[in-house]
Nanobody
Framework: QVQLVESGGGSVQAGGSLRLSCAAS????????MGWFRQAPGQEREAVAT???????HYVDSAEGRFTISKDDAKNTLYLQMNSLTPEDTAMYYC??????????????????WGQGTQVTVSS
């Protein structure tokens, strides 16, 4: 059974950094599209960044220049390095995947597999 497990969330001051991890089991990252999404209270889930099987990274405007998505195929682990965090980054962060796809989407409905989420809280 395919499973995604996020970790690395926590509480930080504005301007701080966090590194999120997404560990996959029963999944081959080398042939998958992977993505990070987030959902703040009272808001819809939105994309943050994606990383496809061709090693192409894509970011939403709010993450560009501050966040870095990467993956380690040998460890089947996806990462999101978040720097210069602001209170607007406060949300539950989710890892998502769709196997056998080489081009990613920012649409939440496009992904078939999701983790349970890890909370990120940024205080001013």
């Amino acid at each position: 059974q395919v499973q995604l497990v996020e970790s690395g969330g926590g509480s930080v001051q504005a301007g701080g950094s966090l590194r999120l991890s997404c560990a996959a089991s029963g999944y081959d990252f080398s042939t998958s599209c992977m993505g990070w999404f987030r959902q703040a209270p009272g808001q819809e889930r939105e994309a943050v960044a994606t990383f496809d099987a061709a090693a192409n990274a894509h970011y939403v405007d709010s993450a560009e220049g501050r966040f870095t998505i990467s993956k380690d195929d040998a460890k089947n682990t996806l990462y999101l390095q978040m720097n210069s965090l602001t209170p607007e980054d406060t949300a539950m962060y989710y890892c998502a995947a769709r196997r056998d796809r080489f081009t990613c989407s920012f649409s939440t409905s496009w992904y078939f597999t999701w983790g349970q989420g890890t909370q990120v809280t940024v205080s001013s």
